[in-house]
């Protein structure tokens, strides 16, 4: 039995070599290299090429080595195999890191500074503090869990929205489509954090946009389906948002001539919030192929009908 890698970009190895140091006794191979397909039983996957997962006919576990899933379920992969995520301390302090970054680089203005930098533009703007605004995570999981505490241990005030009853220390939740209305109504900064599924596509549109106070801004680290790009603009455009940082795009690298490159009110970073480190993430991965060996239950299972 044997776990085979399938990623489109320059880390196969870097994960291979990970796997083989955690445990040499686990034949780990790349999909581009020759390997005995009928022995593949776990395929470690990041947005893989769409039908590669069918090659093996033997396959009862698809691992993915981040948090994301939802390139999974766009692919035609064998229904009932399970599939795993990545739950990971270091994972999620990295986005809470980065996402606290940019609250803090909008509450200073240093992106207009920046910019009036290039533009050889010397103009103080007011600035803002901790205690003016209200932080709201749409999508309370293990992300959201850890950026709501420290956000807390900076003195912001937070509140959640999640589709189903959360429990998280010191944060006022809000629940359901009910109350998304309230949740947004008390938001200045709205961070997403949900994962991208039917229910989830398109919700950062120009309806939800409208409920937010006039000059909220908006955060997405989720995933680039989630935003319909057109209303972003307009809302920015119409003075209702006053900006926006995104990390994740409906195609990536972004094309050229898509409007967020050159509009001054759109901060965006490469899709980089937030990366699975090898060292810290293989060992849940080896911990699922030897409980996939003893056919006792994964770890981090992913639910079909829910989509993460």
């Not at 070599?17 to 990041?46: C, G, R």
């Not at 035609?76 to 940019?102: C, F, G, Q």
């Not at 509450?107 to 910019?115: D, E, I, V």
Request: hydrophobic share 40%; with cysteine; glycine share 8%.
């Amino acid at each position: 039995m044997a776990i085979v890698i399938i990623r489109q970009d320059h880390k196969i190895d870097a994960w291979k070599t990970a796997l083989k140091a955690a445990d040499p006794n686990i034949p780990v191979f790349s999909y581009l290299e020759d390997h005995p397909v009928s022995q593949i039983d776990m395929a470690l996957v990041w947005k893989h090429p769409q039908g590669t997962l069918n090659r093996y006919p033997n396959l009862k576990c698809i691992a993915s080595s981040g948090a994301g899933v939802d390139f999974i379920f766009k692919d035609d992969y064998p229904k009932k195999i399970p599939i795993t995520r990545i739950v990971d301390t270091m994972l999620a302090n990295d986005m809470s890191e980065h996402v606290i970054a940019v609250i803090f680089s909008y509450l200073k203005n240093l992106g207009q500074y920046r910019l009036d930098q290039i533009r050889g533009i010397w103009k103080p703007i007011d600035y803002h503090r901790v205690s003016d605004y209200t932080i709201g995570i749409l999508g309370v999981g293990a992300l959201g869990a850890v950026l709501a505490k420290d956000l807390r241990n900076y003195g912001f005030q937070a509140q959640g929205w999640a589709r189903s009853k959360k429990d998280i220390a010191g944060l006022p939740m809000y629940v359901g489509d009910g109350q998304l209305p309230s949740f947004l109504a008390g938001t200045q900064i709205l961070v997403c954090l949900l994962p991208l599924t039917g229910k989830t596509t398109g919700i950062l549109n120009k309806q939800l946009f409208g409920q937010l106070p006039q000059g909220a801004y908006i955060i997405n680290v989720a995933r680039g389906g989630h935003l319909i790009d057109t209303d972003l603009v307009e809302m920015i455009d119409s003075g209702h948002l006053s900006g926006a940082c995104l990390d994740v795009y409906h195609e990536e690298p972004l094309p050229n001539t898509h409007p967020f490159w050159q509009h001054d009110k759109i901060h965006m970073t490469p899709h980089y919030a937030s990366v699975s480190d090898t060292a810290s993430v293989v060992p849940q991965i080896i911990e699922n192929y030897h409980r996939l060996q003893k056919g006792r239950p994964l770890l981090h299972l992913v639910s079909p009908s829910k989509g993460y």
